[in-house]
């Protein structure tokens, strides 16, 4: 799995998403975000805010800024969820924070808490290059699994 983790394999922010969603889904990932006790900083510009519910979020001008939620999962990792629209959940991880196996796995767990509690695929996308995802949470697997194959090298 290496050839997929690296900055010059997938950019150092790849993209995950989770498509076909609605409101009632990023809600149960705001929820689940507090029920884990996973720490977060919710920000709109320069101000830290409460979390939201998300139809306040969603429901937003579309003029005003995109807000951020700002997780972590792990006291080294930090995952930054973006707010674009309610059909997709759309998320960023520095691969810098998953190097060795055991930081993966963590990743991947979260990957997995997050697909599990929505019961819809997870998919990873190398950076700005969304419909070819590389890794992501299978549902019917339930499971964390490679979706492409290792270049040739």
Do not use: N
């Amino acid at each position: 799995m290496r050839c997929f983790f690296g900055p010059d394999r997938m950019g150092a922010l790849p993209d995950v998403s989770v498509p076909d969603c609605s409101v009632e889904d990023w809600q149960a990932v705001l929820d689940l975000v507090e029920a884990r006790g996973w720490e977060f900083q919710y920000s709109a510009g320069e101000a830290v805010l409460p979390m939201p519910r998300a139809e306040t979020v969603l429901a937003r001008p579309v003029d005003a800024e995109c807000p951020s939620l700002r997780v972590r999962p792990a006291a080294d990792m930090l995952v930054i969820f973006r707010f674009p629209d309610d059909d997709v959940i759309d998320f960023a991880v520095d691969l810098r924070e998953l190097e060795g196996q055991e930081r993966l796995d963590v990743f991947c767990g979260f990957l997995q808490e997050i697909g599990r509690h929505l019961a819809k695929p997870v998919l990873m996308d190398p950076e700005g290059d969304h419909g070819h995802p590389v890794l992501g949470f299978d549902v019917e697997a339930d499971r964390v699994v490679l979706l492409a194959e290792p270049p040739v090298m």
